[in-house]
């Protein structure tokens, strides 16, 4: 049978852990051709490069190491990508850092660098994706598809985080830009604004009070898993999703409804 993706080419940044990580395996399950974009191959929640899972799958994917602050690495990265395989459907904007630090305590320096992986990384990948594609002949209506990762901390406030905050808020208003803009070449572009989702990384996300503060607010009885945004990926990428751009598809447990 095949799959909602079967012969898509697609490229998805910082899925080396987490939620690309899933989006990187959901779509080879649904028949893509993935290139995986990042600064490592390891996995900050240890096991398997995700290389590795999609060829334990009976599939096949790539890695280019990519910093996606660094206009030179995107340039390579959608070049080599299509060098490759011919074109570029599908390109997912996902990586990203955190500072973790409120106002007064964030330095310029830790500020400029999440902007700069967040916001100056997406820009980046947008910019060149949509380059690539706008070149492509349309294949069922559409030359190409940009998701881009939000964050429900991108409409409501973002504990002890501003420059997150501020980023992700960047990424929900460049997605409906440029929907606008490229509509016309039949470029299709949404953002995915994720809850609480536990991906197993270390550190600040397993936070007791951040993890208790979700799961107070998260309405649904469980907080998120990477596979709840893979599958919001997947429909957005697939040729089910035509007629819907410039959305902000927020998958939260409803936390944002409360
Ligand atoms: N996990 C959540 O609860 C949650 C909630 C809302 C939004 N999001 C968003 O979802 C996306 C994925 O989040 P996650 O929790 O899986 O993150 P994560 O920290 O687990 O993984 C991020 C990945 O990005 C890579 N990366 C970091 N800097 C990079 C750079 N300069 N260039 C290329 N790759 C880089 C890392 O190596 C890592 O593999 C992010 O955009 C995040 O803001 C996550």
């Not at 997605?175 to 991906?199: F, M, W």
Request: charged share 20%.
């Amino acid at each position: 049978m095949n799959g909602l993706l079967e012969g898509k080419i697609a490229v998805i940044t910082g899925a080396s852990s987490g939620i690309g990580r899933a989006i990187a395996v959901g779509f080879a399950r649904e028949g893509a051709r993935v290139t995986i974009a990042d600064i490592t191959q390891l996995p900050i929640e240890g096991g398997p490069t995700t290389v590795e899972l999609i060829a334990r799958t009976g599939a096949q994917a790539d890695y280019e190491r990519t910093d996606v602050s660094r206009w030179e690495d995107v340039d390579q990265l959608i070049s080599r990508t299509v060098a490759r395989h011919g074109r570029l459907d599908v390109m997912i904007n996902n990586a990203a850092t955190y500072s973790g630090t409120p106002l007064l305590e964030t330095s310029s320096e830790e500020w400029h660098r999440v902007l700069e992986v967040n916001l100056t990384g997406m820009f980046n990948g947008c910019k060149r994706a949509i380059a690539q594609m706008i070149t492509q002949e349309p294949r069922h209506e559409v030359r190409g598809r940009v998701i881009n990762l939000g964050s429900q901390q991108g409409i409501v406030t973002c504990p002890r985080d501003p420059p997150y905050g501020v980023s992700k808020a960047g990424a929900i208003y460049l997605t409906r830009q440029i929907a606008v803009d490229y509509a016309r070449e039949l470029i299709v572009c949404n953002c995915i604004s994720p809850g609480k989702i536990v991906t197993g990384a270390p550190g600040l996300p397993t936070d007791p009070a951040l993890i208790q503060n979700a799961q107070r607010r998260t309405p649904w009885p469980r907080l998120g898993r990477p596979e709840d945004i893979a599958n919001a990926a997947v429909f957005l990428a697939s040729d089910r999703a035509t007629y819907i751009t410039g959305a902000n598809l927020v998958v939260d447990g409803g936390w944002l409804a409360g």
